[in-house]
């Protein structure tokens, strides 16, 4: 069965300074996973994908991730934070089976960015 | 080209009436999801369809609830005799295929408020 884990609810980090969110998964197969953003009162954002090729992904806004299969890990990284990055993150790892692209989420990170 | 668009944003319904939520996927997307999140969790799976075809609802509640996507029009979610509990955020989201690694478009979702 698949799950992921986010291991923490709520970080908070000071605005210049680096982003971390961490994820954990299980997965039977190999996982496609993804982060989503979600805003206040808003939808779902797509920030990046991975999907079997290199284990480095770049996304959107400066956001990054690495899968790495031996931790089972694709903590989301980001070098300097700024105010406009405070938001729900979520991690969320595909359901390969049956090809019904259903997703699996964690249950999101709420990041809080400082002046 | 517009994203997955939904409609109502907010929908105050009380308890015992219907509910009923829109959704049109983004151009060229035959393969519709209905997801739920309720406060301060995350998003979770609740239907799977195609046109005039539900692939997946597993994560249906067994009463009240009913989707379809019919060959003409948005897909609907339908509640009936909400109750309090119904009251969550219910995202429709679309994708080209339902490959696990196909990127899934949501829409800015249908805020619930049963009173």
């Known amino acids: 069965a698949q799950s992921v884990t986010q291991l923490d609810s709520h970080v908070s980090v000071s605005e210049g300074t680096p982003v971390l969110l961490r994820c954990n998964y299980s997965s039977s197969y190999s996982p496609s996973l993804f982060w989503y953003v979600q805003h206040p009162n808003k939808g779902l954002q797509l920030l990046l994908k991975y999907t079997s090729a290199a284990t480095l992904v770049k996304g959107i806004n400066g956001f990054e991730a690495e899968f790495k299969k031996s931790e089972t890990s694709f903590h989301l990284t980001k070098p300097s934070a700024h105010m406009s990055d405070a938001a729900e993150y979520f991690c969320?790892?595909?359901?390969?089976?049956?090809?019904?692209?259903?997703?699996?989420f964690g249950q999101g990170t709420t990041l809080q960015v400082k002046p | 080209n517009a994203g997955v668009m939904q409609n109502p944003r907010h929908l105050v319904r009380r308890r015992g009436q219907e509910a009923r939520l829109r959704c049109s996927p983004m151009?060229?997307?035959?393969?519709v999801y209905w997801y739920r999140q309720l406060p301060e969790e995350g998003l979770k799976f609740m239907v799977y369809l195609q046109k005039e075809n539900i692939i997946d609802e597993s994560g249906m509640p067994k009463e009240r609830f009913s989707a379809e996507f019919p060959k003409e029009g948005p897909s609907i979610l339908r509640i009936q005799q909400v109750v309090r509990g119904d009251s969550a955020a219910y995202f429709c989201?679309?994708?080209?295929?339902?490959?696990?690694?196909?990127?899934?478009?949501f829409g800015e979702g249908s805020w619930l408020t049963v009173v």
């Open positions: 151009k060229g997307h035959s393969h």
């Open positions: 989201a679309s994708s080209v295929t339902g490959d696990s690694g196909n990127t899934i478009y």
């Open positions: 969320v790892v595909s359901v390969p089976s049956s090809n019904t692209g259903k997703l699996i």
